[in-house]
């Protein structure tokens, strides 16, 4: 494979800053903290054997092959060209799910960061996807330009989530030094099989540090810089879930608080709490601008695995082309950005298409752990035997409790077929895809 005349833009400073908007999802505070204090010991058991395995991983196989395409090279390298397509194809597919999803969480948060009077648009359809979209191709021009620019706008939602997850837990340890904490402060998880579902989540939201690697072509002396910055923003991550959610906890009781709003209750918790009604639209605002920077930095990390499947011959060659000016791989950010679209505007369609489309955002959680698996199977295959193997028991334990139905369906037999067939569909849909794209690299 010919490696791609990319420009190498992004410094440790940069790199840590985009792991940081790829890994710490704001939004996962409400949602352990409405599962209860026992989530404290969730990130704690996530962090020590599922993080510190990926870290691991991830800076063990970025040293050894620094190129572009991270993940899928060292399945390739691993497991041969049709494991590194399943590999790179769940991966990219994932994101698919995800930007919506996260893509209407940041322009919810934005209604609330307007006041009291503007709520009400976060449910608002003629609100939310014209806004959405307008993030959404906001960030793929930034990417289209390039890294020299779009790295800014990771950089600011690296940023800007460092500074709301310091402001929630200023507020929380302010509100508990005053009045005491909100809800009782006991870490113990409940062990019950509502809860079980949750479980995949809290590992999901440790997933972002094999993003940078992706960008190997683009980040200077990358075996270096990538391992380095997978160890600070990975710390830094940890420690935001596990205090960031005691924050929540403390300034909220855990039955009250919304998995959607949650963060916001919060900021309007805290404000009325210290009499600082700016403290609440601040807060909203710098929860927006966190997750406009991890829709950055997500969209234009992914869109480099078409490239790089591409170069291998294993997409459409139109797929390996960069931009004539930029240097950045435009053909694969249009195809992502369009995809993006349509399942953001299906999503809002109606109530049995947002149904089907719920069922694809629970796939996500599967699709994005399928890589794991191979990641972490390439670490043990490379030596990384105790933390591969920990890693990957981890993984696909994950993958099995994400089946676990969830409070509230009605028929969990009908929810078990669709997220398996939905599953095994897009499987069978990427082996037939990497058959007929497959084509012979040219005669030397």
Not at 313 to 329: C, G, M, N
Request: charged share 10%; proline share 5%; with cysteine.
């Amino acid at each position: 494979m010919l490696h791609p005349a990319l420009r190498r833009e992004l410094g440790l400073r940069d790199l840590v800053l985009l792991n940081f908007a790829a890994v710490a999802g704001i939004r996962w505070l409400a949602a352990a903290a409405h599962a209860g204090p026992g989530s404290i010991t969730l990130w704690l058991l996530a962090a020590l054997f599922f993080f510190v395995p990926s870290a691991l991983a991830v800076a063990g196989l970025s040293s050894k092959y620094p190129d572009e395409g991270g993940l899928y090279v060292w399945t390739r390298e691993s497991f041969g060209d049709w494991h590194a397509f399943l590999c790179g194809w769940c991966y990219w597919l994932n994101n698919l799910f995800f930007l919506p999803s996260l893509l209407m969480a940041g322009v919810g948060m934005a209604a609330y960061a307007m006041g009291p009077g503007y709520s009400h648009l976060a449910e608002n359809r003629w609100y939310v996807i014209p806004t959405a979209l307008l993030v959404l191709w906001a960030a793929f021009f930034a990417n289209v330009v390039g890294m020299k620019t779009g790295k800014w706008a990771s950089n600011l939602g690296g940023a800007a989530t460092y500074a709301a997850g310091g402001l929630l837990i200023l507020a929380g340890a302010a509100a508990f030094l005053r009045q005491g904490s909100a809800t009782p402060l006991d870490i113990r998880p409940e062990w019950n099989w509502e809860k079980m579902n949750f479980w995949s989540q809290i590992a999901f939201a440790f997933g972002g540090l094999e993003l940078g690697a992706v960008l190997g072509g683009e980040i200077r002396d990358p075996g270096r810089t990538i391992r380095r910055a997978a160890w600070i923003s990975g710390l830094s991550a940890s420690g935001f879930y596990i205090v960031g959610t005691l924050a929540v906890l403390v300034l909220l009781p855990a039955e009250g608080i919304s998995i959607l709003t949650g963060l916001v209750q919060a900021g309007e918790s805290a404000a009325q709490s210290f009499g600082a009604g700016w403290l609440s639209p601040l807060f909203a605002l710098l929860v927006t601008a966190g997750i406009a920077g991890q829709v950055c930095a997500w969209l234009g990390g992914c869109a480099r695995l078409p490239l790089v499947i591409g170069m291998d011959r294993h997409l459409p060659v139109s797929f390996a082309r960069l931009h004539p000016r930029w240097q950045t791989p435009h053909v694969s950010l249009v195809a992502q950005g369009v995809a993006c679209t349509v399942f953001l505007v299906v999503s809002q369609l109606g109530e049995t298409v947002r149904a089907g489309y719920q069922i694809l955002v629970d796939m996500a959680v599967i699709t994005y752990f399928i890589p794991f698996l191979y990641i972490f199977l390439a670490a043990y295959r490379f030596g990384q035997r105790a933390s591969g193997a920990c890693g990957a028991l981890v993984t696909a334990a994950a993958i099995l409790l994400s089946l676990v139905p969830p409070a509230g369906v009605a028929s969990p037999w009908l929810f078990e077929l669709k997220l398996l067939g939905g599953t095994a569909v897009l499987i069978l849909a990427g082996r037939m895809g990497f058959r007929r794209w497959r084509t012979p690299a040219p005669a030397a």
